[in-house]
């Protein structure tokens, strides 16, 4: 019988898991390190690297629902790289998650890492699970399986995980106990973003906030803008928007508006913050809050203002809103808010894109803190922390924005070609095995 024969693949070729036709966020990664590659120098060579994970696991979670049926979901824990050091990054909960989105999200951890030098690669894990449609139980079965499929590869030494969209501080206890018991002792350093009393790090809550202030602060500098005076709009009022929000409200900024999952408020004069974190807390949303106009959600993004932080989900600044914009500098909160035509549009426009793979990566700082603190069980206190997590952002954007400067690139290309550097050394001084 004869067999259709199909040309060899090229030894650059795609992974064959990948689809060419449609590499969502992959293929926007992707164009992101060619835009990089003529800046490697002699690096380039070894570029190849980066567009591949090193290693990618897809597994089957079962559980027993409450109900007493067996699901099944899918899940995934990518390591972009690991010739840095072990593999960091957040697991996600969400029923929309892809290999792809994990893929592009593990590299740009990646980025990130190497931004702020950090002495991590890049990895990333989630769930394609909608955790709202879960009890605590099953919640806790998820995670306890999952871990368990991906603890071959994950380890204190491995690869760390930690939250990100729709997981906690109790679902890293969980998976930090799950590794525990399968290793037959406690690992407090398998994964970061844990509570305090499990070997948590004061400060690592506010610390991805804390980062996106930094450098908005240093970046004002740059281009004169006294932020004491300036207006304030934030997308999404959790964890990063809620505490970039009040860190910039104590500067004297006013934050003008304000925008969630629930709905979107406006005061011209500025919204009293600590007042907001209140109501959120009470009423987990913005919408309803006193003495606030309400704005239709597309309106968001006509509002007049100096500072944007887009602090809740991917792709919100895009080709359609991004002509609109009145900020003079957006600070990305999020992972991945801005797409590349809108990134386009708005350097067109003149306005600052301050990146995600810098701008948010104080989290991960903290992150590493807590690490090192769990290895060493020796903790340091909140003020020690702060000031560590300010001195590596405020050095890290520094060395980007004179990189910007050199090459005459956007901040974005600029955050790549630092990381893409350091990377690709680190591979060069390690040579390839065997
Ligand atoms: P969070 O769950 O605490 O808050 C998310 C916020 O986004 C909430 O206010 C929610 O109402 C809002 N939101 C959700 N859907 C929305 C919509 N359709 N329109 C407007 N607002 C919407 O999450 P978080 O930890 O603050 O993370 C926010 C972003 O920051 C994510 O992209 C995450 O990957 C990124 N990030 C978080 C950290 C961290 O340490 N938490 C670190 C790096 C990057």
Known sequence: MSKASTAAPSPNALPSYLDAGNLGPWGIYLQQVDRVTPYLGHLSRWVETLKRPKRALIVDVPIHLDDGTVAHYEGYRVQHNTSRGPGKGGVRFHQDVTLSEVMALSAWMSIKNAAVNVPYGGAKGGIRVDPRTLSRGELERVTRRYTSEIGIIIGPNKDIPAPDVNTDGQIMAWMMDTYSMN????????????????????????????????????????????????????????????????????????????????????????????????????????????????????????????????????????????????????????????????????????????????????????????????????????????????????????????????????????????????????RELRGLYP
């Not at 900024?253 to 304000?258: F, H, K, P, Q």
């Not at 914009?325 to 801005?338: S, Y």
């Not at 990146?355 to 903790?379: C, K, L, R």
């Open 183 to 426: 290793q037959g002792s406690t690992a407090t350093g398998v994964v970061t973003g844990k509570p305090i009393d499990l070997g948590g790090s004061l400060g690592r809550v506010e610390a991805t906030g804390r980062g996106v202030f930094t450098v908005g602060m240093e970046a004002a500098k740059h281009i004169g803008l006294d932020v004491s005076q300036a207006r304030v709009a934030v997308q999404g009022f959790g964890n990063v928007g809620g505490t970039a929000a009040k860190l910039f409200a104590e500067t004297g900024a006013r934050v003008v508006a304000v925008q969630d999952h629930g709905g979107t408020i406006y005061r011209e004069a500025g919204l009293n913050v600590p007042e907001l974190l209140r109501h959120v807390a009470e009423h987990r949303t913005v919408a309803g809050f006193e003495g606030a106009e309400t704005l239709k959600t597309d309106q968001f993004w006509d509002v007049e203002c100096d500072i944007l932080i887009p602090a809740a989900l991917e792709a919100q600044i895009n080709k359609d809103n991004a002509g609109r914009i009145k900020a003079r500098m957006v600070i990305e909160g999020a992972n991945g808010p801005t797409t590349p035509e809108a990134d386009d549009i708005l350097k067109e426009r003149n306005i600052l894109v301050l990146p995600d793979v810098i701008a948010n990566a104080g989290g991960v700082t903290v992150s590493y803190f807590e690490w090192v603190q769990d290895f060493s069980s020796f903790f340091w206190d909140e003020e020690e922390i702060n000031a560590r997590l300010v001195r590596i952002m405020r050095a890290a954007f520094a060395s980007i924005w004179q990189v910007a400067q050199d090459h005459q690139v956007t901040l974005r290309t600029a955050t790549f070609i630092v990381a893409c550097k350091r990377i690709l050394h680190t």
